[in-house]
């Protein structure tokens, strides 16, 4: 990806950068991400389920200055890697706010170690996941260690961006009112065609759209998005699939249990949204869609 050097960033947008005290949710990545987002679906706390101890946010609260306060500017990339994720949040909020009816700004809140959250504590175990309850975009940014590492992402900028844009997807459902009718169903939250599935392939997608359109305004921080930065993209989508997930952590794959969608599932819908560059081909609901 390239960026706008003359691009003006608005770093409100992302804060945090801090370390939560108290207990953690102990989990590993995979058993920690499909309680959570089990939790997160049902209106659950997290703690209601596993028993954590409550944990501090750290928060930008008094006497704390946000690490990517000094991000203003496009070039500003150039001197400190942590801004790109201004521009990225920046950008997507941006083509969501100039399509989704009644779209407000929101936070992504960075983290080290563990977090307070409306939806309960949660760990860096659990990866990079929307909070419903308080709206709000939390983010350990050594996940990405942990995609390019144990997940065995190729990396780059676009695998990143396309990481907060599935999330920022997530508050487009809630927004439009797709979290809440899943979470009333009564339905299957795991499993390959099941609601909780098409809800993650729904957001991938929305990714895809974002994607499509991130060089669309001649303001926007993010310049250029090339062929191979979709590669990235759908290189990340595919190494955080259920399947390739279960096979590197257990030795197995049970899709009985998947939260999340397969890796070929995953490129499927992300590349669809970015094709299309419209959320309404976005349907993963539809039957025989998944």
């Not at 950068?17 to 089990?38: D, Q, S």
């Not at 070929?264 to 590349?271: E, F, G, I, P, V």
Request: charged share 15%; net charge negative; hydrophobic share 35%.
């Amino acid at each position: 990806m390239k960026y706008n050097d003359q691009a003006r960033l608005d770093p409100s947008q992302v804060g945090g950068g801090g370390r939560g005290g108290g207990g953690k949710i102990a989990l590993g990545g995979g058993a920690g991400l499909v309680v959570l987002v089990i939790a997160l679906l049902l209106g659950i706390n997290p703690n209601d389920i596993l028993g954590g101890a409550t944990t501090t946010d750290p928060g930008t609260g008094s006497g704390q200055s946000s690490p990517f306060a000094q991000c203003t500017k496009g070039s500003d990339i150039n001197t400190d890697r942590n801004c790109r994720f201004v521009a990225y949040t920046n950008s997507i909020q941006e083509y969501w706010g100039s399509t989704q009816p009644d779209y407000q700004t929101i936070q992504v809140q960075t983290f080290t170690g563990s977090i307070a959250t409306g939806c309960g504590n949660a760990s860096s175990a659990v990866g990079p996941f929307y909070c419903p309850a308080d709206t709000t975009v939390y983010l350990d940014l050594a996940f990405f260690d942990q995609l390019t590492g144990d997940l065995g992402a190729k990396g780059g900028d676009a695998a990143e961006a396309y990481v907060l844009a599935h999330e920022f997807g997530h508050h487009i459902q809630q927004l439009k009112g797709t979290m809440a009718k899943v979470q009333g169903s009564g339905l299957q939250v795991t499993g390959p065609t099941s609601s909780g599935v098409r809800l993650e392939l729904q957001a991938d997608c929305y990714a895809g759209v974002w994607f499509n359109h991130a060089t669309n305004d001649p303001d926007s921080p993010i310049s250029e998005v090339t062929s191979a930065d979709l590669a990235d993209a759908l290189d990340a989508a595919s190494a955080v699939g259920d399947d390739r997930i279960q096979q590197k952590t257990q030795g197995q794959v049970t899709p009985e249990t998947w939260t999340h969608g397969s890796a070929a599932n995953r490129q499927k819908w992300l590349t669809t949204g970015f094709r299309s560059g419209d959320p309404k081909a976005c349907d993963t609901f539809a039957a025989g869609a998944a």
